[in-house]
Structures are given as C-alpha cells and as structure tokens.
C-alpha cells in the first residue's frame, strides 16, 4: 500500500506560482492543498485560477492539519519568521534562497529542523540541472586533474534600466542585491563543485542610486547591484589544495554575457555558461579540454537529463529538487541541498555584504 500524498502549501505566489505549483503537479508523492499570500485579493486570484484553497493567515495554515510541508517562496525579509513558526509547528519545508537574512538565523533554522526531525530542503537549483551535475562528475572523476583557478562571471541586465521601480530588492536591510539573488547561489555551486568556501573579499557598489518609487517620486537604493568578489575554495579530491577564486556579479550590467563559469586545472579545463538571461537551464553549454586539446562540448550523461522539460527551464531543476526533498520526507534521509548548504552560502554572503 502506497503511503498517502504529503500535503503541501505554497507560500508567496510570485515564483511560487509560475514554478513551484507546476512542478508539484508532477509528482505524486505531493498534494497541492492550499496557498498562502498577505495580499487577500491576489490570494484569491490565484485560488480560483488553481482550485485550491487559501488563507492570509500563517498560524491558520500552519494549523490545518492537511498541510505536511511548506514551500516558502516569498520575498527574502519575512523568510526566516514564517520558517521558525512552520518547523515549531511540525512541518516540512521547502525554502527559497537566501533562507534568511544572515548567517545566525539560517543556523536557528538548522538547530529547529535537526531537533524536531524534519526535512528542510533548499532550493539550489543548480545542483538540479544536468550540465552543472555533469561538470560535478566530471570533477570528481579528475577530468581537469587538481583545479589551480576558478573564475565566475555573472553579469545579467535584469535591473540596468534605471526605470525599473524600486522595491525590498532595492533595500539591503530586506534582502536586496545581487549578492542576495546570485551570490547565494555562487557560493553553493562553487562550494559543490570544487569545495568549502573560505575567506570572502568583496568590493561592491550601488550604479542606479535612485528608482522610481510605486507610490511617486524617487526612492533611494542602498542594495548593491555591483559585486567584485575574491575568496578561496578548498578542494577535496585526492589531494587537499587551497584554490584561488574570482567571482564577479552584477545585475545591471547592459549586453551581460550572462553565467559563465571557467574552472582551469593541473590536467585541463572546464567552461560551463549561458548567455541566456531569461532561463538558467535552455542555453547552458560545457565545454572540457584536456592539456594540449582543444575544447570539447559535451552533452549530459543519460541518467542525468531530464525526463520532462517545460518551456519555462526553470520548472525542471525545480521539480527535480522537489523530488529529493520527497524522498527525504518519506525515508526520513538528511536533504541535500539542505540547511547545512545554506548556512555556508549564507556565511559566505553575510562576509561579502560586510
């Protein structure tokens, strides 16, 4: 006998809507049983247009006895007050990045989920997509020998028209900045793929002062939209190494090249980017050299590819980490990405927003 579907709420409906509803509806380990936004009129938007319940209530969600898990995909500011809450309460969560905003709360997060056994999935979907597993095995398996360099370029346009209105990503104390939004996940998926993350250096900058403010007039931007970062990754391969790493992330950089991330070593290299700003999974290419060769592309292994692919990429990597934390629920094994990932990001940013 099949164990029953785990119910899950949705809180937040910007992301939350467009990809993690739809990745659900995958799986059927998951039932969608109810949303979760402050904004009644726009909760009961997405209710309708879904078919499912809501309420405006956190400590009513958290009540019902049909919600089993949570996915948390607000603004980052509320984050870690709604996470305590649900895990006193019992449930399983689902977070979006950064969980918190610094490092000691992410931690109260980890003491929460450990003492009362529950799985708490994070949402590094990079670690979910094929050619970024690919390039892991790849590593692991020596195909650049011991990694000497690593550079990360990540340089979108997202908010380089100084039209764009000012909002909590405008506000460090909320949450904003690029070191938020991209550094969380540089941090992860260079902690993954090459190591743990050491002393950050950071040289950031603010390019659009001012944003055009909802209610009229012109805001003030305090949150960083520039960051210059220099850090070092300890590799643990066969041997044990320090290995310098350049980081630079920008979102308002105009004609960005996009992701772009070059990891050169004692046997070779790898190059593994996009310059597709909209989508994180259509346009990603790896390239591998052997010393003396010329650059190879390469394809993801089949056991890594996707089974099913949305036109929005972000849905797959989304779904496939919703299925770990599936599996983590019902065999009560640790999560990864979990807290324990996020916590290093989250100390890693906390060092470069100092």
């Known amino acids: 006998m099949s164990p029953s579907p785990i119910g899950v709420a949705v809180a937040g409906l910007g ?18 049983v109810a949303l979760w936004h402050p904004r009644r009129e726009r909760l009961d938007q997405a209710c309708e247009a879904h078919g499912l319940k809501g309420t405006d209530d956190w400590d009513a969600l958290l009540a019902d006895p049909a919600v089993d898990a949570v996915i948390i995909a607000t603004p980052p500011a509320p984050r870690f007050d709604l996470a305590e809450r649900a895990l006193k309460a019992g449930k399983h969560l689902l977070l979006e990045k950064p969980v918190a905003l610094c490092a000691d709360q992410a931690q109260e997060l980890q003491r929460l989920a450990i003492s009362r056994q529950l799985s708490v999935a994070v949402d590094y979907e990079y670690r979910a997509v094929p050619l970024f597993m690919q390039a892991q095995r790849l590593l692991t398996a020596g195909a650049i020998g011991e990694p000497w360099l690593v550079k990360l370029d990540w340089l979108m346009s997202s908010r380089a028209d100084a039209r764009r209105g000012w909002n909590w990503y405008s506000q460090k104390d909320a949450g904003g ?22 002393a950050v250096q950071s040289l950031n900058s603010v390019s659009i002062a001012e944003r055009p403010h909802p209610e009229g007039g012109m805001a003030k931007v305090d949150a960083e939209d520039v960051s210059m970062l220099q850090t070092s990754l300890h590799w643990q391969g066969e ?30 290299s790898l190059v593994l980017g996009s310059a597709n700003q909209k989508d994180y999974v ?57 807290l324990h990932e996020a916590v290093a990001s989250r100390k890693a940013c906390d060092q470069a927003s100092a």
């Not at 292994?301 to 496939?320: C, E, K, N, Y």
Request: charged share 15%; net charge negative.
């Open 15 to 32: 992301f939350g809507e467009a990809v993690h509803l739809p990745a659900l509806a995958t799986n059927p380990a998951f039932q969608t």
């Open 177 to 198: 900045g690029v070191i938020g939004a991209l550094g969380t996940h540089a941090f992860d998926m260079l902690g993954w793929l090459i190591g743990p993350v050491g």
């Open 239 to 268: 041997t044990t190494a320090t290995i310098p790493a350049q980081i630079a992330l920008s979102s308002v950089a105009r004609n960005g090249r996009g992701c772009w991330l070059e990891i050169y070593g004692s046997e070779g």
């Open 282 to 338: 259509h346009g990603f290419a790896l390239w591998h050299a052997r010393t003396g060769e010329a650059p190879r592309s390469l394809q993801p292994d089949d056991d890594l590819a996707f089974s099913t692919t949305w036109s929005d990429g972000r849905i797959a990597p989304v779904a496939r980490i919703q299925s770990w934390w599936a599996e983590s629920i019902l065999k009560g094994t640790p999560m990864v990405p979990g």
